[in-house]
């Protein structure tokens, strides 16, 4: 015990004073020697000292804050000066704490030095008994537990997963210059010349450092990559490592007879639910399906299934326009597409025919709020909630609807994870959309799954972490809220300012029109929330700008027709999501573009 380190027994006594000393008066004085501490864990001889401290706390206050003259004396004249304290001679029972330079009387007579020494040897048998008892406790403990428990390998010598973490860290070794990645999967552990960087758009070179002079800007994916120096500000938080024989089985083993989803993943995203308070998910199911493109065509199927006449599938315009493709890829008897929800119920609200309405909040493409236009008993509705969350749109309600879809891609950005999920209230059109995904793709990657369970973990526990929401400044960089894993408030950040870009280049240009959106109360942030879409839809104004998307490419600018949305041509989508490059890009030419006459 003589070898406890000096640094780590000063570090333990400057805690123990603060804990035990601050309540005292100032005159009076309590002071703990490294002395003191090496003696207390010397005690348990070869218990650990955490155990000791556990078991034993009163021991420690007594011998540490002891009277500063017994801990000068030696060792059998210090025992006898502790009883005495101990037995009230001079002032307090539990600590012994001293005015001035209070001393020890040095005038016992031979009586009482002979009790004393008589007490000595009875505590000390004692502490040694004691001591025995709680080491035999120890190595029963230690003997009895699994062997895999005592031989588990220490976090410094890692055993099968070496090779993996060291591949992953190999790879995250090279920078492409930061305009590009390279991944695990295409990194040869043993063979560095065959290593070549996955270049971003305008950029190539086997490292990416050549700049495509004149590069176009592409806004027509919604390709939600933003979101990656969020991850790679927090790699260690988010990391995971798969091994070969995770879930290899088609299901899940849980209590049904045939499941899909992993209890790991249900639980992180019912959290996450909780926490934003943008959905109601008490007493529903959870449907997961390949991103939530896959639940669009399962909910139409389940809820016209048993139909006598088949069901209208309408949707307001603009809107996104997978509903229709998807459609119209897929018709069957049971359904067909009938296009605008607000020319439909103009035309047939009077027939109640069956029909099911998609109603995307907020809107993709231009961003605003909807709410459903049909009603009635034989009227469905599908809530397309892929962008409510507080980075792209204030959270004014909580969501509570019978079919409410969400996509992880616009929540973490993983994009190629292929995850999404909803929140079915009927049980019996529940479990008619688990046969859909049983019939279609036997359930959904576990691998995936895993994933998405841990980015969902890294969410939850970082909002947990920083404490309450009201608490934190809206007005910091993304990269601080990356470092406190503050993902809402990293992307709004973001977006926040690529509208801001947004809205300076179009006010005032009498060519082109940007939507309007107002600020909001937002009951996630508890604060008003700025205008942050993923969107911008913008219309050419110009009567001969018939065709905007042309007008755009013309600029060298690529963006997504406004007929793909069920809108007439002279709108146009440019995409807010990607990387802080391709949005730079496209501000430098959009600039140009609204300046042109």
């Known amino acids: ?26 005159s009076q004085r309590c002071s703990i020697t490294t002395r003191n501490l090496r003696f207390v864990f010397g005690i348990s001889g070869f218990v650990p000292s955490q155990v000791w401290l556990c078991l034993a706390p009163s021991w420690l206050i007594h011998l540490c804050c002891s009277p500063s003259s017994c801990r000068m004396a030696s060792k059998p004249n210090f025992w006898a000066c502790l009883l005495d304290s101990y037995r009230g001679k001079y002032g307090f029972h539990l600590l012994r704490c001293t005015h001035g330079t209070d001393t020890v009387s040095r005038n016992h007579n031979q009586e009482t030095k002979s009790e004393q020494q008589q007490l000595v040897i009875s505590v000390q048998n004692l502490v040694l008994t004691l001591s025995l008892a709680f080491n035999i406790v120890i190595l029963s403990i230690w003997l009895c537990s699994p062997q895999d428990r005592r031989t588990a390998t220490p976090a410094a010598e890692l055993g099968w997963t070496k090779a993996a973490a060291l591949a992953a860290e190999k790879a995250a070794t090279y920078n492409c210059s930061g305009n590009g990645n390279i991944f695990t999967d295409t990194v040869d552990s043993d063979d560095d010349n065959g290593v070549v960087c996955e270049c971003f ?30 991850w790679k500000q927090n790699a260690e ?37 909780k926490l934003v308070g943008n959905a109601a998910t008490e007493g529903k199911y959870i449907v997961l399906g390949t991103g939530s493109m896959q639940l669009i065509n399962c ?47 103009q035309r047939y609200s009077s027939n109640n025919e ?65 995850i999404g999920w909803a929140f079915v209230k009927d049980a019996t059109i529940y479990k008619k959309m688990l046969l859909y995904l049983l019939a279609n793709t036997i359930g959904v990657s576990h691998d995936s799954q895993f994933r998405a369970t841990k980015m969902l973990q890294t969410i939850n526990k970082g909002y947990t972490k920083s404490g309450h929401v009201e608490r934190t400044s809206m007005s910091l960089q993304p990269a601080e809220y990356a470092e406190k894993q503050l993902i809402f408030h990293f992307a709004y950040a973001k977006l926040k300012y690529r509208w801001k870009m947004m809205t300076k280049i ?22 008003i929330s700025q205008p942050s879409p993923g969107y911008a839809w913008i219309r050419c104004e ?14 060298g600018i ?20 990607k990387r802080d490059s391709y949005f730079e890009n496209l501000v430098k030419h959009l600039i140009i573009l609204v300046s042109t006459p």
């Open 506 to 527: 179009f006010d005032g240009s009498n060519r082109f029109k940007i939507q309007h959106l107002e600020p909001q109360y937002c009951s996630f942030f508890k604060d």
């Open 299 to 345: 909910a139409i199927s389940s809820l016209s299934l048993d139909n006598d006449d088949p069901a209208s599938i309408v949707v307001a315009t603009p809107y996104y326009s997978l509903y229709q493709r998807q459609t119209d890829m897929f018709q069957t008897s049971h359904y067909r597409w009938m296009g605008d929800a607000n020319l439909y119920a």
């Open 354 to 418: 069956p029909s099911i309405e998609f109603v995307t909040s907020p809107n993709n493409p231009d961003t605003m709020p909807h709410r459903a236009v049909l009603n009635g008993s034989k009227a469905y509705t599908i809530y397309d909630f892929a962008y409510y969350w507080p980075h792209f749109t204030a959270i004014t309600e909580t969501a509570d609807h019978d079919v409410m879809l969400f996509s992880l891609s616009k929540v973490t950005g993983h994009a190629g994870s292929r």
């Open 1 to 26: 015990w003589e070898c406890m380190p000096l640094t780590m027994l000063k570090i333990i006594r400057s805690h123990l004073q603060r804990l035990f000393c601050r309540v005292l008066p100032r």
């Open 542 to 555: 110009k009567d001969e700008d018939t065709d905007c998307a042309a007008v755009f490419h013309n600029a």
């Open 237 to 273: 938080a988010s990391a995971i490592l798969i091994p070969g024989w995770y879930r290899m089985s088609y299901s899940v083993i849980t209590s049904e007879a045939y499941a899909i989803l992993t209890p790991g993943l249900e639980r992180q995203i019912r959290l996450l639910h």
């Open 558 to 577: 690529k963006g997504r027709n406004g007929s793909a949305f069920g809108a007439d041509n002279r709108h146009i989508r440019l995409s807010l999501l």
């Open 201 to 230: 758009e305008c950029f190539r070179g086997p490292s990416c450092a050549d700049a495509v002079p004149d590069c176009d800007a592409n806004a027509d994916s919604g390709d939600p990559v933003l979101f990656e120096s969020y």
